[in-house]
T-cell receptor, first 116, second 114 residues
Framework: EPEVTQTPSHQVTQMGQEVILRCVPI?????FYWYRQILGQKVEFLVS????????KSEIFDDQFSVERPDGSNFTLKIRSTKLEDSAMYFC??????????????FGQGTRLTVV | AQSVAQPEDQVNVAEGNPLTVKCTYS??????LFWYVQYPNRGLQFLLK??????LVKGSYGFEAEFNKSQTSFHLKKPSALVSDSALYFC????????????FGTGTRLTVIP
């Protein structure tokens, strides 16, 4: 069964450092997403990406965040200068379609980011 | 604005008993509703969805959910719980305004006691 894979599973970084979280979406999917979950809180939408550009982003997704699809398989989330409050579980997801809303997203296992 | 509420952080149920995990939603129009499950060290796995049609939808692993428009609820149910059902369950909603993202609840941890 195809699945979304994320690396690394856990990343520890010092405050102010840049981190890149990596995701390999399901190969025939066209829509890609990043969500995050701060410990004990709800899963929050960060950004969606389609046709090599951001299609939607939340208020959380400010200038310190960026996404990229550097090649045909990877989808990355970069946090430029990490803050303590960026510590969270980050989930990547992909879906075949976004427009209908009826197609479910498939999620990766998450990357736990700890900023110290 | 869209939102989802899961009023219970924790649900405990004995193996073999029916289980219910509650979810209520708020959207401006008609909702698309989803349930996801997260097992330890795994990603969010899709369980089932309601788009339109029958209010009772059936999903993976014997789970079902009932859409109740008047109560704005979408409770997850299973007639007979298994120990292996122990996991974290998330309800999510997507509205019909064209936004592609999901709005999640805070999650409910289900523990099935042998």
């Amino acid at each position: 069964e195809p699945e979304v894979t994320q690396t690394p599973s856990h990343q520890v970084t010092q405050m102010g450092q840049e981190v890149i979280l990596r995701c390999v979406p399901i190969s025939n999917h066209l829509y890609f997403y990043w969500y995050r979950q701060i410990l004990g809180q709800k899963v929050e939408f960060l950004v969606s990406f389609y046709n090599n550009e951001i299609s939607e982003k939340s208020e959380i997704f400010d200038d310190q965040f960026s996404v990229e699809r550097p090649d045909g398989s990877n989808f990355t989330l970069k946090i430029r200068s990490t803050k303590l409050e960026d510590s969270a579980m980050y989930f990547c997801a992909s879906s075949e379609s976004g427009a209908a809303g009826a197609i479910q997203a498939f999620f990766g296992q998450g990357t736990r980011l700890t900023v110290v | 604005a869209q939102s989802v509420a899961q009023p219970e952080d924790q649900v405990n149920v004995a193996e073999g008993n029916p289980l219910t995990v509650k979810c209520t939603y708020s959207v401006s129009g008609n909702p698309y509703l989803f349930w996801y499950v997260q097992y330890p060290n795994r990603g969010l796995q899709f369980l089932l969805k309601y788009i339109t049609g029958d209010n009772l939808v059936k999903g993976s692993y014997g789970f079902e959910a009932e859409f109740n428009k008047s109560q704005t609820s979408f409770h997850l149910k299973k007639p007979s719980a298994l120990v292996s059902d122990s996991a974290l369950y998330f309800c999510a909603v997507r509205d019909l305004t064209g936004a592609n993202n999901l709005f999640f609840g805070t999650g409910t941890r289900l523990t099935v006691i042998p």
